[in-house]
């Protein structure tokens, strides 16, 4: 799903140690040095995250959770590599819009993609509109679910989509090892609590508003093990909490002279490029 990273670093705490008597220490004896300082090993399974990172981000799950249909605008701008040419970062636009528990619908332009996706309780629908072809299969009956076999059968992951499932906070946190919050900055045009995350093979940063409604606003993500380091961002500009959403928007709509083919081949079409958090 960078740049340089915070991490929490607990110091040892060098308490003033008086002697008994009248004197101090002895004269010409050299006062003992500070105790080093050290920064905590990770074991297994431990974590080093600030408790008002922690915090802010289940408020967000929470209130993502609340909602019943939501529809949201964002971009994205992520790095290629490739090895025979400089490296080059390109945008696209999302839109995106869900009504729970079962009905899913989007579409990406940019740079490098141009598709559309539509899920309606039952299946799951792709289009590729530069190379005319499509996908579809059956798949489970939840957002959750359709998430997860798209996902599973692409090979591909969409960051954007860990905002849609039912249980945000397991989905952002189940990985991490370190979390700091930064202050309050702005994303999106608006002031954001500012948080910094750390796992295994990513670094990412958060924006959450600050305002009445603790809604995502801006994700970056560093695929530190990669070559090149490549970056992630999504901001999202938009968001309508209350959108209406009739059946037929989450029914497919293919063109005249569509080519389907397998699934799996549709990878990259709306994903990120074959990249896995």
Not at 189 to 196: D, E, F, M, N
Request: charged share 20%; aromatic share 8%; hydrophobic share 40%.
């Amino acid at each position: 799903m960078f740049t340089c990273r915070r991490l929490i670093v607990f110091a040892a705490l060098a308490l003033p140690v008086f002697a008994c008597g009248t004197g101090g220490p002895p004269p010409n004896v050299p006062a003992e040095p500070p105790p080093p300082r050290i920064e905590p090993e990770l074991g297994p399974g431990s974590t080093l995250v600030e408790p008002r990172a922690e915090q802010l981000v289940r408020q967000m799950s929470d209130r993502l959770a609340k909602v019943s249909a939501l529809a949201l605008e964002a971009e994205e701008t992520y790095d290629e590599a490739p090895a025979d040419t400089p490296r080059q970062q390109l945008t696209c636009v999302r839109r995106v819009a869900m009504r729970r528990p079962d009905r899913l619908v989007g579409d990406a332009s940019g740079d490098a993609r141009n598709g559309s996706f539509w899920y309606d309780g039952q299946t799951f629908t792709a289009i590729d509109h530069e190379q005319n072809v499509w996908a579809s299969g059956t798949v489970p009956p939840t957002v959750d679910g359709a998430l997860d076999w798209v996902f599973g059968q692409t090979g591909t992951t969409v960051p954007l989509g860990d905002f849609l499932y039912a249980n945000v906070y397991d989905r952002l946190m189940s990985d991490v090892q370190r979390g700091v919050y930064l202050g309050v900055h702005e994303a999106a045009g608006v002031p954001c609590h500012h948080l910094s995350f750390e796992q295994a093979t990513i670094d990412w940063q958060l924006w959450i508003d600050a305002g009445a409604d603790p809604l995502p606003r801006k994700l970056v993500i560093t695929y530190k093990t990669e070559d090149e380091v490549p970056q992630y961002s999504v901001t999202i500009r938009k968001w309508n909490l209350a959108a209406t959403l009739p059946d037929a928007l989450f029914h497919s709509t293919l063109p005249e002279g569509a080519r389907r083919i397998a699934v799996p081949a549709l990878a990259g079409a709306y994903g990120d490029e074959g990249r896995n958090r």
